[in-house]
């Protein structure tokens, strides 16, 4: 399962090389990409999951571009909020898992570029309550939680894909129906085997991920659906969170290797980049 990950990884990471390269988006159907920020979205964003993937020459290669090409002085309008959680959380999440001081010197850069700014979604509730669960929440929260994960994997398994709409009404139908490769139920998915251990949430995930392959797979990357009651519509485009936020959670929830991103140790900010916890020596007042 984990070497599944890895391929539809590189599978996703060729078509973004070879059409997108240091552009935010593939476009995957029309071999092509699209701007959002202009600042290698996709790239920046993968940068952690590739190390934590152990895919070293894909990793070295795009740390090139980085020291290379990655440059703040544009004069675009970005969303202050996204460009937070992706590019700065991206690259100080990278510069704390590799020790590389590149990727601190370009985020520096990235914070200082703000200043001058003006400025399927709630399935990532079951793992905080988790998490919470986890470092000392009642038992409540974590009942809540399994109670919560299994409606989001039913979100997914009721369909007829086999891949979630954005939006559901309970016991009518689905409202808004496309799937973006959203990384929230894999996220929970994630945390709860993390916690419980219990392989349940590792099938879930397995099938979900069969599914991304089966429906969203094309020949240059994995591309966001239309879904319809009979037949699934493509829309030529794979959102950078597929590759720096569902991959990861997949990958992660696929390992017994506890120590590989501890959760005493990190915490994932809202694009799933590992931050360490630093913890506040109470005499001095020091990190």
Same mark, same amino acid.
């Given at each position: 399962?984990?070497?599944?990950?890895?391929?539809?990884?590189?599978?996703?990471?060729?078509?973004? !090389?070879?059409?997108?390269?240091?552009?935010?988006?593939?476009?995957?159907?029309?071999?092509?990409?699209?701007?959002?920020?202009?600042?290698?979205?996709?790239?920046?964003?993968?940068?952690?999951?590739?190390?934590?993937?152990?895919?070293?020459?894909?990793?070295?290669?795009?740390?090139?571009?980085?020291?290379?090409?990655?440059?703040?002085?544009?004069?675009?309008?970005?969303?202050?909020?996204?460009?937070?959680?992706?590019?700065?959380?991206?690259?100080?999440?990278?510069?704390?898992?590799?020790?590389?001081?590149?990727?601190?010197?370009?985020?520096?850069?990235?914070?200082?570029?703000?200043?001058?700014?003006?400025?399927?979604?709630?399935?990532?509730?079951?793992?905080?309550?988790?998490?919470?669960?986890?470092?000392?929440?009642?038992?409540?929260?974590?009942?809540?939680?399994?109670?919560?994960?299994?409606?989001?994997?039913?979100?997914?398994?009721?369909?007829?894909?086999?891949?979630?709409?954005?939006?559901?009404?309970?016991?009518?139908?689905?409202?808004?129906?496309?799937?973006?490769?959203?990384?929230?139920?894999?996220?929970?998915?994630?945390?709860?085997?993390?916690?419980?251990?219990?392989?349940?949430?590792?099938?879930?995930?397995?099938?979900?991920?069969?599914?991304?392959? !089966?429906?969203?797979?094309?020949?240059?990357?994995?591309?966001?659906?239309?879904?319809?009651?009979?037949?699934?519509?493509?829309?030529?485009?794979?959102?950078?969170?597929?590759?720096?936020?569902?991959? !990861?959670?997949?990958?992660?929830?696929?390992?017994?290797?506890?120590?590989?991103?501890?959760?005493?140790?990190?915490?994932?900010?809202?694009?799933?980049?590992?931050?360490?916890?630093?913890?506040?020596?109470?005499?001095?007042?020091?990190?």
């Amino acid at each position: 399962t984990i070497q599944a990950v890895i391929e539809a990884f590189r599978h996703a990471w060729k078509g973004y !090389k070879d059409f997108a390269w240091g552009h935010d988006e593939l476009k995957p159907l029309s071999k092509s990409y699209s701007e959002w920020f202009g600042l290698g979205l996709t790239l920046i964003d993968a940068l952690d999951t590739m190390w934590i993937l152990g895919l070293k020459e894909e990793f070295e290669e795009a740390r090139k571009w980085v020291a290379n090409d990655l440059a703040f002085d544009k004069n675009v309008d970005v969303n202050l909020f996204e460009s937070t959680i992706r590019i700065l959380g991206g690259l100080l999440s990278t510069y704390h898992l590799s020790g590389d001081s590149l990727f601190l010197e370009k985020a520096v850069s990235d914070y200082k570029s703000c200043l001058v700014l003006q400025d399927h979604l709630v399935c990532f509730l079951p793992g905080t309550l988790a998490l919470g669960a986890h470092n000392g929440l009642t038992a409540d929260h974590m009942k809540l939680a399994e109670a919560l994960i299994e409606t989001c994997y039913q979100m997914y398994a009721q369909v007829e894909t086999g891949l979630s709409p954005e939006i559901v009404h309970f016991n009518l139908h689905p409202a808004d129906r496309h799937n973006l490769l959203r990384p929230e139920t894999v996220e929970s998915l994630f945390y709860m085997y993390r916690f419980t251990g219990d392989k349940k949430y590792q099938d879930w995930g397995w099938e979900i991920l069969q599914n991304f392959n !089966k429906y969203t797979r094309v020949r240059s990357g994995h591309n966001a659906l239309i879904l319809t009651e009979l037949y699934s519509l493509p829309r030529d485009k794979m959102e950078s969170f597929f590759l720096g936020e569902t991959l !990861k959670y997949m990958f992660l929830l696929f390992s017994d290797d506890i120590d590989l991103i501890n959760l005493d140790k990190y915490v994932f900010n809202t694009e799933a980049h590992p931050l360490p916890i630093w913890v506040v020596d109470h005499d001095t007042g020091l990190w």
